[in-house]
């Protein structure tokens, strides 16, 4: 789905379904040099279970046009305009990582359109090392390989998803290398952990959240580690919070346990 924000083009993935606006609305947010293919099971699932789905490239990666943003507000902007263009009124929030602040702050900035807010291999704050960001910045390439073996805590994709096969940790890095290729305008991987390092608005727009909330934190996730979550945790009174036996890429290494235990945290959808 091809949607018009701020005057770039921007996409959005519907899960396989045409968007409804009508129906309940589940918008996923991805993290540092990802994109949209990353949700492609919880995706499709909740768009063929009646549910409205977007699953956005965010500005600058993938498909989308215009500059890659340089703040978690202004992405929590961004994911608001979204909901405008695709002409839904609320949605249920669902981000990982970087996508897991972005989600907060839209949910915080107009705590009257979320109806849930779900932070997988979430952190706050969400700090980046001064080693990744120093290489990040000069050497990209040899940090890309850093972060691909930080977030996996398994050897291979489990069989189930997406097929047999599959590379787990080489398809995680082709992506990564593919999304920093074609963003020829600024160094997509140094930005995205700008964003992840320089937030510090999180507890007050947790004060903001009036929707259920949940976590859900993979066990031995080397990026954002479960007890790194603790104060946000604590700022959202009720929160539910699962984990699940894998690292930082939840979605790659346990995507069934990462859909069952989002359908067990996401609340029945508003009618």
Avoid at 72 to 97: C, F, M, N, T, Y
Avoid at 127 to 153: C, G, I, Y
Avoid at 205 to 224: K, N, R, S, V, Y
Wanted: proline share 7%; aromatic share 6%.
């Amino acid at each position: 789905m091809k949607l018009l924000i701020d005057g770039h083009e921007a996409y959005a993935y519907t899960g396989g379904k045409p968007f409804d606006p009508t129906l309940p609305c589940v918008v996923f947010i991805h993290g540092a040099l990802n994109d949209h293919s990353v949700w492609t099971l919880l995706a499709r699932w909740y768009a063929h279970h009646g549910h409205a789905v977007l699953a956005p490239d965010l500005p600058g990666h993938g498909r989308s046009g215009g500059a890659p943003l340089a703040s978690v507000e202004a992405l929590g902007a961004w994911v608001l305009k979204l909901l405008d263009a695709a002409g839904a009124a609320r949605a249920a929030w669902v981000g990982h990582s970087m996508g897991s602040l972005i989600a907060l702050e839209a949910a915080a900035q107009s705590p009257q359109r979320a109806w849930a807010l779900v932070m997988v291999g979430t952190a706050y704050p969400m700090k980046v090392s001064a080693a990744l960001l120093d290489t990040a910045r000069e050497r990209p390439e040899a940090a890309m390989a850093m972060v691909n073996q930080f977030s996996h805590a398994l050897p291979s994709a489990k069989p189930g998803y997406p097929g047999p096969g599959h590379w787990l940790r080489g398809g995680s890095l082709a992506l990564m290398r593919r999304l920093q290729a074609r963003q020829t305008g600024v160094n997509l991987f140094e930005n995205d952990f700008l964003v992840c390092d320089r937030y510090g608005a999180g507890l007050q727009a947790a004060e903001h959240i009036c929707c259920p909330t949940g976590f859900i934190l993979g066990q031995q996730d080397q990026m954002t580690r479960p007890e790194a979550a603790a104060a946000l945790i604590g700022a959202l009174p009720g929160a539910q919070v699962h984990t699940l036996p894998c690292g930082h890429d939840l979605m790659g290494e346990d995507p069934e346990g990462l859909l069952r235990q989002l359908r067990a945290t996401l609340p029945a959808a508003p009618r």
